[in-house]
Structure formats: structure tokens, C-alpha cells
């Protein structure tokens, strides 16, 4: 069995919330190369987006592996160490625990994970996408995932032999404190009660989907941990990254990307408090955006049954992707034109780990109970 495993976490930026240095970058790549020479691990790639640094892991140790999830912790300490030397923005800000209890989620890093066979029949290349975006929460992924797994207008293979019969979706109550709170629905029959619960993404998210004609087969895999859940205080969105197996019996790489070209609007952005379309962006782009227009990058790659990876394909870098960039700064154009009013920031339930719920708080004290008068009712002449 195969595990490919994806940790991300902002542990620092430079001049702010933009990029890792090129030392934190290089610090993560080394540690990996030594976590490979001594036969933890049988790959890895290293890439940021925006202030978030990504490790991408190939191994055989299975999901929520305590030495994996040590090792990326490890990394992200390092990277924090030369933050903190180099005076940059937010050093160790995902890092909330002193230390993980063998798992980094719940500590502040999100994680997804894929464990799969390898030498099945129905798999005789294994190929998958990774997803990695930054300024906007874990249900970000929401519309895109919902549409290309359901839907053919956005994926025509759904209706191929292979794929007919659908998928099964876990999505997890991401506000539920403590153990998961997850419901399983089956695609396509109930598509429209897994969009009840997704049009809501800083409630709902999807965690995992899986082949609903090949048992064991998962195609999806999404970190869907909130910060402000783990902290109990506003500690900045969550940057969400997602693992999609492709091909054959799954979607093709060109149907999995084909939402994006709608750049839908996402929560996050600027201190974490505003609607913004997300804008599909090359692998290690900082972020320079207005109000940080949150972006998403996404590399394709293969893996041997040996566990090493082949070159990465940068899925975004490419000029079909140009308008589509075009049309997000449209959007948050107008987005932005609107300031603070109605859709343009979020509700208030979530704004309330930030300070600006404090200023809120400080305007309720100073309301006053004016007692209603009966007005004299005056006849028409």
C-alpha cells in the first residue's frame, strides 16, 4: 500500500502575509531529503502558495502516521526557527500546540491523506492532482469538488461505465468541536441534499470521496481542519489543501480543473473577513493581491508503484488559465467597489474571533432603551 501524504502550514512570510523565504523553503526540502535517506519516506516535493508551505510525502506507513506527522512538524518548527531569525511576518502562526499528539491535526497544520493498492488491475498507472490555496477556508473546495463529481456538465466522463455509478461523499460538520461529525451521501441520488449542505463553506466541507463501484478506492482526500475551532480565538483562515486522484475509473485532469474557470467567490482574504473569487495561480506565487485575493495552485503528478514521483506539471502555469485570472481581479474589482457592506465582508458569526468582534461589543455597551410613546391618533379632515 501507497500513502500519499500533503501537510501545509504558514509558519511565516516575508514583509507579511506574502511568501516563505527562500531559506524556510530550502530548510523544508532538506530535512525531507533526510527523512528519504534514512527510508521514512520514498518521495516528496516541497512547494509554497502564497505564505504556505506545502510537503508532499510519499510513504507506506498508512494515514495519521505518527512519524510523519512528526516529521512535518518537525519541518514546520525549522521553518519557524529561520522566520523568527529572518523577523518575518507571523512566524509559527499555524503551529497552536507546543507539540502534536502524534497527528498534526487539531495542531494547526491542515493535512490530507490518500493510503491506496498500488497493484490493483483497474490502476496500472496511478496519477493524482494536488490542490493548494491559500487566504480562503477548508471549504473552499466545496463548489469545484460538488460540481466535477456530480455533475456533467463540468465532467462529461460521469457518464462513462466506469464512473456511472458514482461516488460517495463524506462531509464533516467543521464547527463540531472534539471528535468529527461526518454524514455520508451517495452521488448522483443525493447530489442535491450534499449542495444543501455545501453552499454553507465555513460550516460544511467535504472531507473524502470515494468510488462507489471499486470499494476500496479513494479519489478524494481534503484537510478540513478550522483554526479558529482548534484555538477558540481567530487565528486566521485556513488555507485548505486537497489531494484528487485522476483517470481511468476517476475524472481526468482536464474535467477536475474545469470549475475553476468560474474563479466562485470564496471567504477569507484580508484579516480573514471578506468574499473574494479565487484565482488559479502557478505553484509558488506570493501573495500581492488587493484586500489578498486568495489564490490556488495545483500540480499534477505520477507515481511509480515504488513510491517515487515523477516530474510535477504545473496545472495553472499555462496562458487558458490568463482570463480566467483576468476575470477574478474583474470580480474583485466589483467585489471590493462594495467596501464593507453586505456580501462584500462575512456575517457576523464570523467575524467573532476577530478584534472585530471586540469593537462591536464596545458600540453594544453604549445602546440606550428609548421607551415607546402612544401618538395621539389625529382624525382626516
Known amino acids: 500500500m501507497l500513502t500519499i501524504s500533503t501537510i501545509k502550514a504558514d509558519v511565516g512570510g516575508v514583509g507579511g ?14 530535512e525531507l531529503r533526510q527523512a528519504l535517506d534514512r527510508g521514512l519516506i520514498l518521495d516528496y516535493d516541497v512547494t509554497y502558495t502564497g505564505d504556505d508551505i506545502c510537503l508532499l510525502m510519499v510513504h507506506r506507513h498508512g494515514n495519521d502516521n505518527a512519524e510523519i506527522h512528526e516529521l512535518a512538524w518537525s519541518v514546520f518548527k525549522s521553518a519557524t526557527e529561520i522566520a523568527q531569525d529572518e523577523g518575518l511576518y507571523g512566524a509559527g502562526q499555524d503551529l497552536l500546540k507546543d507539540a502534536p499528539s502524534g497527528n498534526v491535526r487539531g495542531a494547526g497544520p491542515g493535512a490530507a491523506e490518500i493510503t491506496f493498492d498500488e497493484t490493483v488491475k483497474e490502476r496500472r498507472a496511478e496519477s493524482f492532482m494536488v490542490f493548494t490555496a491559500d487566504k480562503c477556508g477548508p471549504g473552499a473546495f466545496n463548489f469545484p469538488l460538488w460540481a466535477v463529481f456530480t455533475s456533467p456538465l463540468f465532467c462529461a466522463g460521469l457518464m462513462l461505465p466506469q464512473l456511472k455509478a458514482g461516488f460517495r461523499f463524506v462531509a464533516i460538520d467543521m464547527e463540531h468541536a472534539g471528535g468529527d461529525r461526518i454524514i455520508e451521501l451517495n452521488t448522483p441520488e443525493q447530489h442535491i441534499d450534499l449542495a444543501i449542505l455545501l453552499r454553507d463553506e465555513n460550516r460544511f466541507g467535504i472531507k473524502a470521496i470515494h468510488s462507489r463501484r471499486y470499494k476500496d478506492q479513494q479519489v478524494v482526500a481534503v484537510s ?12 486566521g483562515k485556513d488555507d485548505p489543501v486537497a489531494i484528487v486522484r485522476t483517470q481511468n475509473m476517476f475524472p481526468a485532469p482536464e474535467e477536475i480543473v474545469s470549475p475553476y474557470f468560474t474563479a466562485h467567490y470564496v471567504a477569507g482574504d484580508a ?7 479565487l484565482m488559479p495561480a502557478p505553484i509558488n506565487t506570493a ?12 500540480q499534477a503528478y505520477s507515481v511509480t508503484h515504488d513510491g517515487r514521483l515523477s516530474e510535477a506539471v504545473d496545472v495553472f502555469d499555462n496562458p487558458a488559465w490568463d482570463s480566467t485570472r483576468l476575470k477574478a481581479q474583474q470580480k474583485a474589482d466589483e467585489m471590493r467597489r462594495q467596501g464593507f ?4 465582508m462575512l456575517p457576523i458569526q464570523e ?8 469593537s462591536l461589543e464596545e458600540l453594544e455597551k453604549k445602546f440606550k432603551i428609548v421607551e415607546k410613546t402612544e401618538a395621539a391618533f389625529q382624525p382626516a379632515d
Open 17 to 30: 502575509h506574502t511568501r516563505p523565504s527562500t531559506r524556510m523553503v530550502q530548510a523544508a526540502r532538506d
Open 224 to 235: 478540513t481542519d478550522r483554526l479558529h475551532t482548534i484555538a477558540g480565538e481567530y487565528k
Open 271 to 277: 484579516r480573514g473577513s471578506h468574499h473574494m473569487p
Open 287 to 298: 501573495i500581492t493581491g488587493a484586500y489578498c485575493l486568495p489564490i490556488v495552485a495545483c
Open 341 to 344: 457592506v453586505g456580501p462584500a
Open 351 to 358: 467575524l467573532e474571533y476577530s478584534a472585530f468582534r471586540t
